[in-house]
């Protein structure tokens, strides 16, 4: 992680995997007995990832973004039915959605480092396509720093509850916006 970070610190943005206790606090955002689909940006070493795997029902699409090619070959190891690793920008989400014939995601967890990049852009569309919650960290670092996404954030969810990783190296605050619309499930194409 170290190598890629040197490599390419705006994208990677960490020098260590998330702690499995982050993982976790992640992981637990999401309803697993109710998603049809659940969406991840940003999969990394995929420490996240496989806390969602472990706990997704079998029929649950999964999809994965990872553009990182060293990141992106580990990934596919964990590819299964329905667990898709996609090496694209998550800015084309919603034709991956189309592609598997749904419209929506009913979660969405994010660990890109949105602070670096275009956070407005990312949160728009996260509005745009999630139904439930949308799950975005952030490292206190960028804190420090003045860069604090949350009223960023609230911006596209207006109900957004945050949770503190004081483990991670560096320490995490994940925040958990709720789409304001209520739906069941991700909404399927119409054929």
Same mark, same amino acid.
């Given at each position: 992680?170290?190598?890629?970070?040197?490599?390419?610190?705006?994208? #990677? =943005?960490?020098?260590?995997?998330?702690?499995?206790?982050?993982?976790?606090?992640? =992981?637990?955002?999401?309803? /697993?007995? !109710?998603?049809?689909?659940?969406?991840?940006?940003?999969?990394?070493?995929?420490?996240? %990832?496989?806390? #969602?795997?472990?706990?997704?029902?079998?029929?649950?699409? /999964?999809?994965?973004?990872?553009?990182?090619?060293?990141?992106?070959?580990?990934? !596919?190891?964990? !590819?299964?039915?329905?667990?898709?690793? #996609?090496?694209?920008?998550?800015?084309? %989400?919603?034709?991956?959605? !189309?592609?598997?014939? /749904?419209?929506?995601?009913?979660?969405?967890?994010?660990?890109?480092?949105?602070?670096?990049?275009?956070?407005?852009?990312?949160?728009?569309? =996260?509005?745009?396509?999630?139904?439930?919650?949308?799950?975005? /960290?952030?490292?206190?670092?960028?804190?420090?720093?003045?860069?604090?996404?949350?009223?960023?954030?609230?911006?596209?969810?207006?109900?957004?509850?945050?949770?503190?990783?004081?483990?991670?190296?560096?320490?995490?605050?994940?925040?958990?916006? %709720?789409?304001?619309?209520?739906?069941?499930? =991700?909404?399927?194409?119409?054929?």
């Amino acid at each position: 992680m170290l190598r890629e970070f040197l490599r390419r610190p705006a994208e #990677i =943005a960490m020098i260590w995997p998330d702690t499995s206790t982050c993982a976790r606090r992640m =992981a637990e955002q999401v309803d /697993y007995a !109710q998603a049809q689909v659940i969406v991840e940006w940003g999969c990394g070493t995929g420490r996240v %990832t496989r806390e #969602i795997l472990r706990r997704k029902r079998e029929a649950t699409l /999964y999809l994965g973004f990872e553009k990182n090619p060293r990141f992106f070959r580990h990934l !596919q190891r964990l !590819q299964g039915p329905n667990v898709h690793f #996609i090496p694209d920008d998550v800015f084309r %989400t919603p034709l991956y959605l !189309q592609r598997h014939g /749904y419209t929506k995601a009913d979660y969405l967890i994010s660990t890109l480092p949105a602070t670096l990049l275009d956070a407005q852009r990312l949160f728009a569309l =996260a509005a745009q396509i999630v139904r439930h919650r949308f799950v975005q /960290y952030q490292y206190v670092t960028a804190l420090a720093l003045g860069r604090w996404l949350r009223p960023h954030m609230q911006r596209f969810f207006p109900q957004v509850r945050l949770c503190f990783c004081p483990w991670n190296l560096p320490p995490v605050v994940i925040l958990v916006g %709720t789409a304001v619309r209520s739906a069941p499930s =991700a909404v399927r194409k119409q054929p």
